[in-house]
């Protein structure tokens, strides 16, 4: 019932009541008095159930009007993931990319422990390249993974002064 209806509503159950009592200090049977007096405490009665069935439909209201944000949060979290794709990055190494045409900026790789994990967007950067080999890190959970093939460090020419 929205709040127009139940105020309608509320007012005029007072109304009643209050000609209920008007009705009652004019009567001077006792036995008419009587009856008035309970149709009076049934009016009043009602009264208190309506007005408490109002709380209770604004407090499921609210209850709603939450759920529909939570909701609503949950739909744009899956929107933004849905602008990513699980890669290949080595043999038994993945990782989230965006998306061609995502319109998430320039295209990037996404920590795929953050993506599961938390459902977030975390870019990994890369940390170091050395002999081939590149190390990326999520600066949100530390998460590391390695790409590209390591090659042999150079050989240490012994008897050669370093400078
Ligand atoms: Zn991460």
Same mark, same amino acid.
């Given at each position: 019932?929205? =709040?127009?209806?139940?105020?309608?509503?509320?007012?005029?159950?007072?109304?009643?009541?209050?000609?209920?009592?008007?009705?009652?200090?004019?009567?001077?049977?006792?036995?008419?008095?009587?009856?008035?007096?309970?149709?009076?405490?049934?009016?009043?009665?009602?009264?208190?159930?309506?007005?408490?069935?109002?709380?209770?439909? #604004?407090?499921?209201?609210?209850?709603?009007?939450?759920?529909?944000?939570?909701?609503?949060?949950?739909?744009? $979290?899956?929107?933004?993931?849905?602008?990513?794709?699980?890669?290949?990055?080595?043999?038994?190494?993945? /990782?989230?990319?965006?998306?061609?045409?995502?319109?998430?900026?320039?295209?990037?790789?996404?920590?795929?422990?953050?993506?599961?994990?938390?459902?977030?967007?975390? /870019?990994?950067?890369?940390?170091?390249?050395?002999?081939?080999?590149?190390?990326?890190?999520? #600066?949100?959970?530390?998460?590391?993974?390695?790409?590209?093939?390591?090659?042999? =460090?150079?050989?240490?020419?012994?008897? $050669?002064? =370093?400078?």
């Amino acid at each position: 019932m929205d =709040p127009i209806t139940f105020s309608g509503m509320y007012e005029a159950i007072k109304a009643v009541a209050c000609l209920a009592k008007v009705a009652a200090d004019a009567a001077v049977d006792h036995k008419v008095k009587e009856a008035i007096f309970k149709l009076q405490q049934g009016l009043y009665d009602l009264q208190a159930k309506a007005l408490e069935d109002q709380q209770g439909r #604004m407090t499921m209201l609210s209850q709603v009007d939450t759920l529909q944000k939570e909701l609503d949060a949950i739909k744009d $979290r899956r929107a933004r993931l849905d602008l990513y794709e699980l890669i290949k990055l080595e043999p038994g190494s993945f /990782v989230y990319r965006s998306k061609d045409q995502a319109g998430v900026g320039p295209q990037h790789c996404a920590c795929p422990n953050c993506f599961v994990q938390f459902e977030r967007i975390a /870019v990994l950067q890369v940390e170091a390249e050395v002999y081939g080999t590149t190390r990326y890190r999520c #600066m949100s959970c530390q998460f590391e993974i390695f790409a590209g093939f390591q090659r042999d =460090p150079p050989p240490i020419e012994y008897g $050669r002064a =370093p400078f």
